[in-house]
């Protein structure tokens, strides 16, 4: 297994690590590493924006918007 250093921690980041350690009944290491498993097994981008937006908020419930009908574009210009 490989081992990292980090360097440079703000010591209320430390005081909130320990912290949560604490409360999950393990050490400061074991809860860093946890950290970052899970922050790394998140899943990928669905590639769809779309549905990503909608699976985010769907469940606010959104908003109905009135939609203006389309009307003609601007007349083109003939050039002779």
């Known amino acids: 297994m490989a081992s990292l250093t980090i360097r440079n921690l703000d ?5 909130s690590l320990r912290v949560r350690a604490a409360q999950h009944g393990r050490s ?7 950290i970052l498993r899970r ?6 981008p669905s590639g769809n924006l779309g549905l990503a937006i ?3 908020f769907g469940a606010e ?6 939609i203006p009908e389309r009307s003609s ?6 050039f002779e």
């Open 39 to 44: 922050a790394v097994e998140t899943q990928p």
């Open 61 to 66: 419930g959104g908003v109905d918007l009135d």
């Open 11 to 15: 010591d209320a980041v430390k005081h």
């Open 28 to 34: 400061m290491e074991e809860e860093a590493r946890d």
């Open 73 to 78: 574009g601007r007349e083109t210009t003939a």
């Open 54 to 56: 909608s699976r985010r």
